[in-house]
């Protein structure tokens, strides 16, 4: 039986493990026996078998208690962004090599106070910058629908832990889209909530405006009982954090979804959007149709604009955000310097990668007087008239659809040398994020070169519950999500 155990969901294992079926060390030590297996996919950065173990003990003996803890010993891995107190903490980046954090990140301790035991820390983009995972200082993660392409990112490393089945779910963070990227490209399911669903208290700051935990898994049912351990106030920690009760987002999932007004934005289909992935999306809104739902066309007339938006605004919050490393209270320190400013300037040139830096001098360029006006106040105004247009579309539907990206996954080092590639492969995550809304990305077809396609869905405040329901639904009459490449 442990032989399968890697192909069950969350809520299977939960179930599994309630029963003593299976306890929480055996699951444990199978996840962590296949990451050892599947090592060259570069999914990991970290693990610690004693201490993965430890906690494997301490949920099988919440569990013999008679616990309900409902995730109890259901294991999981986090992406490098979140501190953790029993790993080492990186951000994918040089200057945070062998950081210990004193405390967990409050997703991580929701998540742990739920029962689950954290397999380790998983591979992402340098301070989550990124769209393919290669800006890992620690070396690019492999896709395993084809190695020789790129898992999408930032949270790269995620997308490929869950589906290798290296771990049945992992958090992640979506700054522009890292969630919902990673997801499609991989085959998995992912949500990014509302803007301040969930705490950002230890989630290492990239763009703190936009910055979002989540779920990545196998199924929406997944990512319904993981979203609902991970959200809730945390007013002494995180002053963004909603003041919304906790929900159980698993609720509704069965609802049906007769008569859902799906809203199709014509400017999601425009030219760049290659055949393979227009020709999954549309099956996937037919299969929307048949179950129910209904097409309505929309338009979210700034789509376009929406990525020299976030491209300012995302980089100036980065600029100060990464001010702190400065080689004085923690991290990496330049050896040898003549004075405070040269041993500034050393350790952030020793230790930053070319994205990082890249996005602080456009970050410190945009803030700039004289610029500020131009560049960072503008942004600012078109951010409310994307976030406006948002509004406007649902007055016509329930939801919005589309695809999660323009193509399926890239090969490593297609992009090369032009950032510009990465950011405008990102069009479609963008105005989601910058509006603050809950999006998702559900497994929906293959494309070319037989690669997985997600399909976007995009809901309004709060409505995390009707995305859920939606993809469940979905998925219940599709097995995209359940299908594994070969060799995992
Ligand atoms: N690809 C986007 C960027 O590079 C989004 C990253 C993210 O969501 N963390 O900024």
Not at 72 to 84: C, E, L, Q, R, S
Request: charged share 20%; aromatic share 8%; proline share 5%.
């Amino acid at each position: 039986m442990s032989g399968q155990l890697h192909e069950l969901g969350v809520a299977e294992l939960a179930r599994r493990l309630r029963t003593r079926d299976v306890s929480a060390v055996e699951a444990a030590q199978h996840f962590l026996a296949r990451g050892q297996a599947h090592a060259s996919l570069g999914a990991y950065l970290a693990t610690d078998e004693q201490a993965t173990l430890a906690q494997a003990r301490a949920a099988d003996a919440r569990i013999a208690a008679g616990d309900a803890a409902p995730l109890a010993g259901v294991p999981i891995a986090h992406k490098d962004i979140f501190v953790t107190r029993d790993f080492p903490t990186t951000a994918g980046s040089k200057m945070l090599e062998g950081y210990r954090s004193p405390f967990d990140a409050t997703v991580v301790r929701r998540l742990a106070e739920a029962g689950v035991v954290t397999l380790g820390k998983l591979n992402c983009d340098e301070f989550a910058m990124g769209s393919s995972n290669e800006n890992s200082a620690y070396g690019a993660v492999r896709n395993p629908w084809d190695g020789s392409r790129i898992p999408g990112g930032s949270s790269g490393g995620s997308a490929v832990a869950v589906a290798a089945r290296l771990a049945p779910a992992a958090t992640g963070t979506d700054t522009g889209g890292s969630i919902r990227q990673p997801a499609s490209f991989c085959g998995i399911t992912g949500i990014k909530p509302t803007y301040g669903r969930a705490s950002r208290y230890g989630m290492i700051a990239f763009a703190s405006s936009l910055d979002q935990a989540g779920p990545m898994a196998h199924s929406a049912e997944d990512c319904a009982l993981l979203l609902s351990a991970m959200c809730g106030p945390d007013p002494d920690r995180d002053s963004t954090s909603l003041d919304a009760p906790a929900e159980d987002f698993t609720r509704g999932l069965d609802g049906s979804i007769e008569g859902l007004r799906i809203g199709v934005p014509k400017e999601f289909f425009a030219e760049g959007v290659s055949a393979d992935v227009r020709a999954a999306i549309d099956a996937a809104l037919a299969q929307y149709e048949k179950l129910g739902a209904k097409r309505v066309e929309i338009s979210l007339p700034r789509t376009e604009l929406s990525i020299p938006v976030y491209y300012v605004i995302a980089p100036a919050e980065a600029s100060s955000n990464l001010s702190r490393f400065d080689g004085v209270k923690f991290g990496h320190r330049a050896k040898q310097y003549a004075d405070l400013l040269d041993m500034y300037k050393k350790t952030r040139a020793e230790a930053f990668g070319d994205e990082v830096k890249r996005r602080i001098m456009i970050g410190t360029y945009v803030l700039s007087h004289g610029y500020y006006d131009a560049y960072y106040l503008q942004a600012q105004k078109i951010r409310r008239m994307i976030a406006d247009d948002f509004q406007q579309a649902f007055r016509q539907c329930d939801v919005i659809a589309g695809p999660v990206a323009p193509t399926v996954a890239w090969t490593l080092g297609e992009h090369g040398n032009d950032p510009l590639a990465d950011y405008l492969a990102d069009i479609f995550t963008l105005p989601g994020s910058l509006a603050g809304l809950p999006g998702m990305s559900i497994p929906c077809g293959f494309g070319a070169g037989g690669m997985p396609v997600g399909l976007q869905m995009i809901g309004n405040y709060f409505q995390e519950a009707r995305l859920l329901n939606a993809a469940h639904r979905f998925q219940q009459a599709t097995d995209f999500h359940l299908r594994t490449p070969e060799g995992f």
